[in-house]
Protein backbone atom coordinates (compact mmCIF):
# COMPACT_ATOMS: atom_id res chain seq x y z
CA UNK A 1 0.00 0.00 0.00
CA UNK A 2 1.27 3.20 -0.94
CA UNK A 3 2.21 5.90 1.91
CA UNK A 4 0.66 8.45 2.95
CA UNK A 5 1.46 12.17 0.78
CA UNK A 6 3.29 14.44 4.09
CA UNK A 7 2.49 18.48 4.63
CA UNK A 8 6.16 19.16 5.18
CA UNK A 9 9.28 18.24 4.14
CA UNK A 10 11.26 15.38 6.11
CA UNK A 11 14.57 15.01 6.82
CA UNK A 12 16.49 12.24 4.85
CA UNK A 13 16.29 9.31 7.00
CA UNK A 14 12.93 9.33 6.67
CA UNK A 15 12.83 9.19 2.94
CA UNK A 16 14.19 5.45 3.39
CA UNK A 17 12.52 2.78 4.75
CA UNK A 18 12.42 1.59 8.22
CA UNK A 19 13.42 -1.77 9.30
CA UNK A 20 10.85 -4.29 8.30
CA UNK A 21 9.09 -1.88 5.93
CA UNK A 22 9.12 -1.34 2.14
CA UNK A 23 7.54 1.86 2.01
CA UNK A 24 8.38 4.95 1.26
CA UNK A 25 7.29 8.25 2.47
CA UNK A 26 6.86 10.80 -0.15
CA UNK A 27 7.90 14.49 0.00
CA UNK A 28 6.08 17.44 -1.60
CA UNK A 29 7.93 18.52 -4.50
CA UNK A 30 7.48 20.60 -7.82
CA UNK A 31 9.39 19.37 -10.68
CA UNK A 32 9.06 19.51 -14.12
CA UNK A 33 9.77 16.91 -16.60
CA UNK A 34 8.47 14.87 -20.14
CA UNK A 35 7.96 10.99 -19.91
CA UNK A 36 7.11 8.59 -22.55
CA UNK A 37 4.89 5.92 -22.24
CA UNK A 38 4.89 2.30 -23.74
CA UNK A 39 4.28 2.95 -26.84
CA UNK A 40 7.13 5.96 -27.40
CA UNK A 41 4.75 8.36 -27.06
CA UNK A 42 5.99 11.71 -24.87
CA UNK A 43 3.98 14.17 -23.08
CA UNK A 44 5.47 17.21 -20.48
CA UNK A 45 4.82 15.81 -16.97
CA UNK A 46 4.96 17.81 -13.19
CA UNK A 47 5.77 15.67 -10.25
CA UNK A 48 3.75 16.85 -6.99
CA UNK A 49 5.08 14.34 -4.47
CA UNK A 50 7.95 11.54 -4.47
CA UNK A 51 9.80 9.18 -2.50
CA UNK A 52 12.98 7.18 -3.77
CA UNK A 53 9.96 4.28 -4.43
CA UNK A 54 7.01 6.60 -5.90
CA UNK A 55 5.82 9.37 -7.28
CA UNK A 56 2.20 11.32 -8.23
CA UNK A 57 2.68 12.51 -11.60
CA UNK A 58 0.55 15.53 -13.25
CA UNK A 59 0.08 14.17 -16.58
CA UNK A 60 -2.00 14.94 -19.59
CA UNK A 61 -2.22 11.27 -20.93
CA UNK A 62 -2.49 8.95 -17.93
CA UNK A 63 -1.60 5.56 -19.72
CA UNK A 64 -2.97 2.31 -18.12
CA UNK A 65 -2.23 0.41 -14.71
CA UNK A 66 0.97 -1.62 -15.26
CA UNK A 67 2.45 0.66 -18.03
CA UNK A 68 6.04 0.59 -18.10
CA UNK A 69 7.11 4.51 -17.78
CA UNK A 70 10.30 6.09 -18.52
CA UNK A 71 10.44 10.12 -17.14
CA UNK A 72 13.23 12.14 -17.61
CA UNK A 73 12.99 15.37 -14.95
CA UNK A 74 14.41 18.16 -14.05
CA UNK A 75 17.44 17.97 -11.15
CA UNK A 76 16.98 14.05 -11.12
CA UNK A 77 17.76 13.01 -14.42
CA UNK A 78 16.29 9.19 -15.76
CA UNK A 79 13.58 7.96 -13.73
CA UNK A 80 11.62 4.19 -14.66
CA UNK A 81 9.00 2.52 -13.52
CA UNK A 82 5.30 1.48 -14.02
CA UNK A 83 1.55 2.81 -13.48
CA UNK A 84 0.54 2.08 -10.06
CA UNK A 85 -3.16 3.91 -10.29
CA UNK A 86 -4.74 6.28 -12.10
CA UNK A 87 -5.64 9.59 -10.35
CA UNK A 88 -7.08 12.83 -10.86
CA UNK A 89 -5.33 14.45 -13.87
CA UNK A 90 -2.53 11.92 -14.03
CA UNK A 91 -1.06 8.90 -12.32
CA UNK A 92 1.04 7.22 -9.66
CA UNK A 93 4.01 5.54 -10.38
CA UNK A 94 6.64 3.14 -9.02
CA UNK A 95 10.17 3.82 -9.21
CA UNK A 96 12.78 0.71 -10.05
CA UNK A 97 16.09 1.44 -8.89
CA UNK A 98 18.92 0.23 -6.90
CA UNK A 99 19.09 1.00 -3.53
CA UNK A 100 22.18 2.84 -4.52
CA UNK A 101 19.91 5.01 -6.54
CA UNK A 102 17.29 5.36 -4.15
CA UNK A 103 19.45 6.26 -1.33
CA UNK A 104 21.28 9.56 -4.08
CA UNK A 105 17.69 9.98 -5.04
CA UNK A 106 16.43 10.05 -0.79
CA UNK A 107 19.05 13.13 -0.80
CA UNK A 108 18.21 14.80 -4.12
CA UNK A 109 14.08 14.69 -2.96
CA UNK A 110 14.96 16.24 0.68
CA UNK A 111 17.23 19.11 -0.77
CA UNK A 112 14.41 19.65 -3.51
CA UNK A 113 11.76 20.02 -0.64
CA UNK A 114 13.47 22.18 1.53
CA UNK A 115 15.21 24.51 -0.46
CA UNK A 116 12.57 26.80 -0.83
CA UNK A 117 11.60 26.40 2.58
CA UNK A 118 14.74 27.37 3.94
CA UNK A 119 15.49 29.27 1.33
CA UNK A 120 18.96 27.29 0.51
CA UNK A 121 21.00 28.50 -2.46
CA UNK A 122 21.19 26.34 -5.82
CA UNK A 123 23.23 23.31 -5.30
CA UNK A 124 26.78 24.73 -6.03
CA UNK A 125 28.18 21.41 -7.53
CA UNK A 126 25.16 21.85 -10.39
CA UNK A 127 25.49 25.64 -11.17
CA UNK A 128 24.94 26.68 -14.10
CA UNK A 129 26.90 29.28 -15.82
CA UNK A 130 26.52 30.62 -19.53
CA UNK A 131 30.40 29.82 -20.76
CA UNK A 132 32.67 31.94 -22.33
CA UNK A 133 32.48 30.28 -26.33
CA UNK A 134 29.25 29.26 -26.85
CA UNK A 135 29.02 27.98 -30.25
CA UNK A 136 29.24 24.01 -30.41
CA UNK A 137 27.87 21.02 -32.38
CA UNK A 138 26.35 18.03 -31.64
CA UNK A 139 26.75 15.01 -33.11
CA UNK A 140 24.25 11.47 -33.09
CA UNK A 141 25.07 8.33 -33.02
CA UNK A 142 24.52 7.64 -37.48
CA UNK A 143 26.73 10.50 -37.94
CA UNK A 144 24.33 13.36 -38.05
CA UNK A 145 26.22 16.74 -37.51
CA UNK A 146 24.42 19.70 -36.27
CA UNK A 147 25.69 23.35 -35.09
CA UNK A 148 24.13 24.52 -31.64
CA UNK A 149 24.39 27.13 -29.21
CA UNK A 150 25.20 26.72 -25.82
CA UNK A 151 22.88 28.34 -23.69
CA UNK A 152 24.42 27.46 -20.46
CA UNK A 153 26.81 24.82 -18.67
CA UNK A 154 26.99 22.94 -15.57
CA UNK A 155 29.33 19.65 -14.62
CA UNK A 156 26.05 17.62 -15.01
CA UNK A 157 24.91 18.81 -18.14
CA UNK A 158 24.17 21.68 -20.58
CA UNK A 159 20.98 23.37 -22.33
CA UNK A 160 21.52 24.32 -26.13
CA UNK A 161 20.03 25.76 -28.82
CA UNK A 162 19.11 23.51 -31.81
CA UNK A 163 17.16 23.28 -34.97
CA UNK A 164 16.40 19.39 -34.46
CA UNK A 165 15.19 17.79 -31.34
CA UNK A 166 16.33 14.25 -30.57
CA UNK A 167 14.28 12.01 -28.55
CA UNK A 168 14.61 11.81 -24.59
CA UNK A 169 17.40 9.57 -24.05
CA UNK A 170 19.12 9.49 -27.10
CA UNK A 171 22.53 9.65 -26.95
CA UNK A 172 24.50 12.44 -28.52
CA UNK A 173 28.13 14.11 -28.58
CA UNK A 174 28.45 17.73 -27.70
CA UNK A 175 31.77 19.14 -28.98
CA UNK A 176 33.68 16.04 -27.17
CA UNK A 177 31.41 15.23 -24.43
CA UNK A 178 29.16 12.40 -24.45
CA UNK A 179 25.99 13.24 -23.42
CA UNK A 180 21.77 12.53 -23.44
CA UNK A 181 18.85 14.11 -24.06
CA UNK A 182 17.17 14.93 -21.28
CA UNK A 183 14.64 17.51 -21.74
CA UNK A 184 12.89 19.48 -24.94
CA UNK A 185 12.02 22.96 -24.77
CA UNK A 186 10.93 25.69 -27.73
CA UNK A 187 14.21 26.14 -29.20
CA UNK A 188 16.45 23.45 -28.26
CA UNK A 189 17.32 20.56 -25.67
CA UNK A 190 18.82 19.97 -22.38
CA UNK A 191 21.68 17.03 -21.49
CA UNK A 192 23.10 15.28 -19.69
CA UNK A 193 26.62 14.58 -19.43
CA UNK A 194 27.68 10.87 -19.47
CA UNK A 195 29.87 11.34 -16.05
CA UNK A 196 29.77 14.69 -13.98
CA UNK A 197 33.09 16.74 -14.32
CA UNK A 198 34.76 18.15 -11.49
CA UNK A 199 35.19 21.69 -13.35
CA UNK A 200 33.65 23.97 -15.19
CA UNK A 201 36.57 25.25 -17.31
CA UNK A 202 37.20 21.33 -18.09
CA UNK A 203 33.62 21.17 -19.49
CA UNK A 204 34.45 24.46 -21.44
CA UNK A 205 37.31 23.03 -23.03
CA UNK A 206 35.16 19.32 -24.03
CA UNK A 207 32.51 21.54 -25.19
CA UNK A 208 34.12 23.37 -28.48
CA UNK A 209 34.07 22.48 -31.78
CA UNK A 210 36.05 19.70 -33.19
Known sequence: MLSDDISAPRPIASLHAGAGDRRFQRVNVSILGRYMLADRREFPCQVLSMSPGDAVVIAPVPGIVGERIIAYLDHLGRVEGTILSQVDGGFIMDIAASSRKRDKMAAQLTWLANKDILNLP????????VPDIRHSTVVL?????????????????????LDVRP??????????????????FQNGVAVEFAAAQE????????LRMN
Not at 122 to 129: F, I, N, Y
Not at 141 to 161: P, T
Not at 167 to 184: N, S
Open 122 to 129: EDRRHERV
Open 141 to 161: DDGRRYNCKIIDISLSGAAVE
Open 167 to 184: AMGTPITLGRMRARVVRH
Open 199 to 206: MLTVVQQN
